[in-house]
């Protein structure tokens, strides 16, 4: 790898982009989605999001940068957390949610790949995207699972954090595949 | 991994994701060149032009119209000059697999 692209700044153009783009994800969440998600499921009463599009970019992030992926997100995660719980983010209960979210993502991909399933990016190869759609549900069944142990969440929570893990990757790789699309059109 | 290839490891993806679904941005004659060259090439090495322009499924496409998908099947990526030597013979690619 040459010098430049292991430079500090590359790798704080690296925290910006992903960091930045994970914020705008959970802006879009939380002030468009759900807002449009209380209208149309008015009965649903849980705080999780049926579409949860910051997911979709820690799977695309850890998957295209490995464990380089908890530096990148670690600023938009600790933000975001800040953005929705305020201060309470320096709780133990929340700090451990936040260890979770940032690290779990990049730990699946390691663990699948140590077991014989080798999905990461590779310039010789396709990529295979419902493997990374699998992959991002046992992601998001872990991590559930773990950040809903940390928060003491109510178990009805786990499906739908599941499903809009689930929903808000599969959206967002949707988004960014019509993005592409009419880029190469113009 | 350089910052171009890591958006071109997304392009990648997003489209393997386009193919699948259906939505890759071939035209109706594209579509049967393709399907015409990779039955050829199944047969032999690569796919010769004059083979593909006797092909039934091409063989009610003007000879303008023809080149003109031939040449975007290979800007694509769908298709590629086998050899300098030999201009009408081409290798057929499988798309995103």
Known sequence: ?186 | MTRISKLTELKKLMRGMEYSMGLEDLTTVERDIYCAASELAASSEGAETVHMLEHVLVTNVSRPTFFRALKSLVNKGYLSNRDEACRGCYTVHKPYA
């Open chain 1, 1 to 186: 790898m040459s010098e430049p692209e292991e430079s500090w700044f590359s790798y704080g153009k690296e925290i910006f982009i992903a960091s930045g783009i994970y914020l705008l994800a959970i802006f879009l969440t939380f002030e468009a989605v759900m807002p449009v998600q209380r209208i149309l499921i008015p009965d649903f009463t849980s705080f999780a999001s049926l579409l949860f599009l910051p997911h979709g970019v820690r799977i695309l992030t850890a998957w295209l940068l490995g464990w380089r992926s908890v530096i990148a997100l670690f600023p938009g995660i600790f933000l975001a957390f800040v953005y929705v719980g305020g201060m309470n983010v320096f709780e133990p209960s929340r700090l451990t949610a936040i260890a979770i979210t940032v690290l779990v993502a990049p730990g699946i991909f390691q663990a699948v790949y140590l077991l014989g399933w080798d999905i990461r990016p590779q310039a010789d190869r396709m990529p295979c995207w419902p493997c990374i759609m699998v992959v991002g549900l046992i992601i998001s069944l872990v991590g559930s699972v773990l950040i809903n142990f940390a928060l003491g969440s109510e178990t009805a929570s786990y499906f739908a954090y599941l499903i809009g893990d689930f929903f808000g990757l599969f959206f967002l790789m949707l988004i960014m595949m019509f993005i592409f699309r009419s880029l190469r059109r113009a």
